[in-house]
């Protein structure tokens, strides 16, 4: 099991910047990937971003050049930068991780832009 504990959400105005966090912990070990998930109200979750265990990156095409994903492998950390925020960018946003082919998924943390 993989336990996914994120943070750092909160309300912004547009233009702003947070970051969120996420803490993994239990059998981290052959996790493969992980990344960053988000939900609006009334929408599917989509990916935002992604990194694999060798370190390379996806991102969704309205978050390029604005969103940046990184780890931290000693403290088990997985971030994402979030600048120059926009309105549609309010959602409540998911880590992912993914370990044998199975989904874990932390419990959400809302970011809400205000225009």
């Known amino acids: 099991q993989v336990q996914l504990v994120e943070s750092g959400g909160g309300l912004v105005q547009a233009g702003g910047s947070l970051r969120l966090s996420c803490a993994a912990s239990?059998?981290?070990?052959?996790?493969?990937?992980m990344g960053w998930y988000r939900q609006a109200p009334g929408k599917q979750r989509e990916l935002v971003a992604s990194?694999?265990?060798?370190?390379?990156?996806n991102y969704a095409d309205p978050v390029k050049g604005r969103f940046t994903i990184s780890r931290d492998i000693v403290k088990n950390t997985l971030y994402l930068q979030m600048n120059s925020l926009k309105p549609e960018d309010t959602a409540v946003y998911y880590c992912?991780?993914?370990?044998?082919?199975?989904?874990?998924w932390g419990q959400g943390t809302q970011v809400t832009v205000s225009s």
């Open positions: 992912n991780a993914k370990r044998y082919s199975v989904n874990y």
């Open positions: 239990g059998s981290i070990f052959a996790i493969n990937t």
């Open positions: 990194i694999t265990s060798g370190g390379s990156t």
